[in-house]
C-alpha cells in the first residue's frame, strides 16, 4: 500500500511570487484535503477535493486554489505570496465516506517566503 | 464550530515515566484521530477513535464521546516518543485540531 506522498519536501520564495505544491494519494483514497501548519500552532484545514471538485473550504482567501485530478492526485497553489504563507503544508487523503472515515498524512512541504 | 482542547500544553519526563494526555471536544463527532508530529514534522496516525478503547503497543486511547473527552495513555516512554501529540476531531469535511501536547522524554 503506497502512503500519501507530497513534493517539493522544501521550497524557498519571495513575495509575490506564486508557488504549487503536488499531492499523491494513498492508494485506494479517492478524497484529498490540504493543511496549513504554521510554526507551533496545529494544522488548519485549507480545502478539499472530491471528484475533481473543491468540497470545503477553511478561512483562507481566493488566492489558495486547487486541482484534484483523474488519478486523485492534486495541486494547492498559492498566489502573491506573502511572509505569512511561511509553513508547513500538509496533504491529506482519505476514502469519501462523509465524516467517519480516517485521514493519513504525507510529510509535508515546508515553505519559507523571504 | 467546533473547539479542541489539549491539556497540559507541555510534559516533561524521565524515560520510563507513564503519562497521560487530555483532549476535550465541544461538540459531538464522528471521528477522532490521534497524531504523533516528530521533530521532522511528520505527523503519524495513533489512533482512529471516536469512541471505546484502543491499544497499541505502550499506547493506548480511549474517548468517551458522550462527555466529550478522549485519553491518550503513553507507558513506559522512550526518547522516541518525544514530539508533539495532536488530537483531531472531524467537523464535516475537515479535521479540526487542538494546539498540541509538546512530550518531552529525557534519558
Known amino acids: 500500500e503506497t502512503g500519501v506522498t507530497q513534493s517539493p519536501t522544501h521550497l524557498i520564495k519571495t513575495r509575490g511570487q506564486q508557488v504549487t505544491l503536488r499531492c499523491s494519494s494513498q492508494s485506494g483514497h479517492n478524497t484529498v484535503s490540504w493543511y496549513q501548519q504554521a510554526l507551533g500552532q496545529g494544522p488548519q484545514f485549507i480545502f478539499q477535493?472530491?471528484?475533481?471538485?473543491?468540497?470545503g473550504r477553511g478561512n483562507f482567501p481566493p488566492r489558495f486554489s486547487g486541482l484534484q485530478f483523474p488519478n486523485y492526485s492534486s495541486e494547492l497553489n498559492v498566489n502573491a505570496l506573502e511572509l505569512d504563507d511561511s509553513a508547513l503544508y500538509l496533504c491529506?487523503?482519505?476514502?469519501?465516506?462523509?465524516?467517519?472515515?480516517?485521514?493519513?498524512f504525507g510529510d509535508g512541504t515546508r515553505l519559507s517566503i523571504l | 464550530g467546533i473547539q479542541v482542547e489539549q491539556s497540559p500544553p507541555d510534559l516533561i519526563l524521565q524515560e520510563g515515566a507513564n503519562s497521560t494526555l487530555r483532549c476535550n471536544f465541544s461538540?459531538?463527532?464522528?471521528?477522532l484521530q490521534w497524531f504523533h508530529q516528530n521533530p521532522w514534522g511528520q505527523l503519524i496516525n495513533l489512533f482512529y477513535?471516536?469512541?471505546g478503547t484502543k491499544q497499541n503497543g505502550r499506547l493506548s486511547a480511549t474517548t468517551v464521546a458522550t462527555e466529550r473527552y478522549s485519553l491518550l495513555y503513553i507507558s513506559s516512554s522512550q526518547t522516541t516518543d518525544s514530539g508533539v501529540y495532536f488530537c483531531a476531531v472531524q467537523g464535516a469535511q475537515k479535521l479540526v485540531f487542538g494546539q498540541g501536547t509538546r512530550l518531552t522524554i529525557n534519558p
Open positions: 477535493y472530491y471528484r475533481e471538485e473543491e468540497n
Open positions: 477513535i471516536p469512541s
Open positions: 461538540d459531538s463527532v464522528n471521528n
Open positions: 491529506a487523503s482519505s476514502l469519501w465516506g462523509g465524516s467517519n472515515q480516517p485521514q493519513h
